[in-house]
């Protein structure tokens, strides 16, 4: 049985940083791609960020490049969100995703996923 389970989230002031940790068991890591999203009160669940198997290849939304980046730990079975400069529109909860490929975790298909994080930001 898959599971992702994340970790790290909190309250941060607007400026700050915070890292999001997703820990994978039940499947063989190393050879899939893994993606951040994050879902807003109100609003549809939307694509963060991904990496793909060997971390080198990652691709962000527009809002989050520059500020969040995405890193995997194939010996940890992990993947992290370091998230800079966080503004309170990064408020929701985050989730990790586990797909087969950049194209499943884009467009939200066949994907394992965590049960999220609650990241808020105050201003």
């Known amino acids: 049985q898959v599971q992702l389970v994340e970790s790290g989230g909190g309250l941060v002031q607007a400026g700050g940083s915070l890292r999001l940790s997703c820990a994978v068991s039940?499947?063989?890591?190393?050879?899939?791609?893994m993606g951040w999203f994050r879902q807003a009160p109100g609003k549809e669940r939307e694509f963060v960020a991904d990496i793909n198997w060997d971390g080198t290849r990652t691709y962000y939304a527009d809002s989050v490049r520059g500020r969040f980046t995405i890193a995997r730990d194939n010996a940890k079975n992990t993947v992290y969100l370091q998230m800079s400069s966080l503004k309170p529109e990064d408020t929701a909860v985050y989730f990790c995703?586990?797909?087969?490929?950049?194209?499943?975790?884009?467009?939200?298909?066949?994907?394992?996923w965590g049960q999220g994080t609650q990241v808020t930001v105050s201003s």
């Open positions: 995703a586990s797909g087969p490929s950049y194209s499943d975790i884009r467009g939200s298909r066949n994907l394992y």
């Open positions: 039940g499947r063989t890591f190393t050879i899939y791609d």
